[in-house]
């Protein structure tokens, strides 16, 4: 795609939702790191109703620390992987005590100190917590940026350097959100809904689903 119709698709996709939000439903700083951490390879649905009750009692380090590893465990029992994710939350909670003084850095390197923290993960919570113009990639991002021609890669960080190389900067904060919800609800990975697609003159793919 080229720097005009790249423009054009963030233009577009800011006029449907100007204020685009994550799914993910959290508190404050601290939680927020905690859902993304329990969302890898499982849906935000799924975490949002596991964590609804958690973070009730448990919205700080102290206070998760204070529950104990049996403790989380039941609360998000429901949620793939739990008995490693639980181990990784615990482990967090206590470096952000020990280290951090019980806040969430707003740094890149520091975050991915934490257990269960990678590259994606430090990327969400910059963004979201932070405002800072960096670009998650998940599956629908990397679906997104592929199909459309705007950044492809063939690996996430690949992809990734690309997009933050491409986005017009007026678009970059609000740029990983728009993706990923055009990739959950339009452009979907099995069959995209290409004739309710804003941008579908824009975009590269060759297997458009046109009737």
């Known amino acids: 795609m080229k720097p005009a119709e790249i423009n054009e698709f963030f233009a577009r ?8 939000k994550g799914e ?13 951490v329990l969302s890898a390879q499982a849906t935000d649905v799924g975490v949002n109703k596991a964590t609804r009750a958690l973070f009730k009692v448990a919205d700080t380090p102290e206070k998760m620390l204070a529950l104990g590893l049996d403790g989380l465990k039941s609360h998000i029992k429901t949620i793939g992987l739990y008995n490693a994710k639980a181990e990784n939350v615990m482990l967090l909670s206590k470096r952000l005590v020990d280290v951090y003084g ?7 390197e520091a975050l991915e100190s934490l257990a269960g923290v990678g590259r994606k993960t430090a990327n969400v919570v910059l ?14 991002i990397f679906r997104v940026a592929n199909r459309t021609g705007m950044a492809p890669g ?15 900067a007026p678009f970059a904060r609000h740029a990983h959100h728009w993706l990923i919800l055009h ?29």
């Open 183 to 211: 990739g959950r609800y339009i452009c979907k990975a099995r069959k995209p809904d290409c004739v309710a697609c804003p941008v579908i003159d824009l975009c590269q793919f060759p297997e458009k689903t046109v009737a």
């Open 13 to 20: 996709l800011e006029a449907r939702n100007p204020e685009p």
């Open 127 to 140: 963004n979201i917590a932070f405002g800072e113009p960096t670009c998650a990639v998940d599956t629908h």
């Open 24 to 36: 993910l439903e959290y508190v404050n700083e601290f939680t927020l790191l905690v859902a993304v």
């Open 102 to 108: 019980s806040e969430v850095p707003r740094d890149r």
């Open 154 to 168: 063939k690996t996430p960080l690949a992809v990734e350097k690309k997009l933050m190389q491409v986005i017009p």
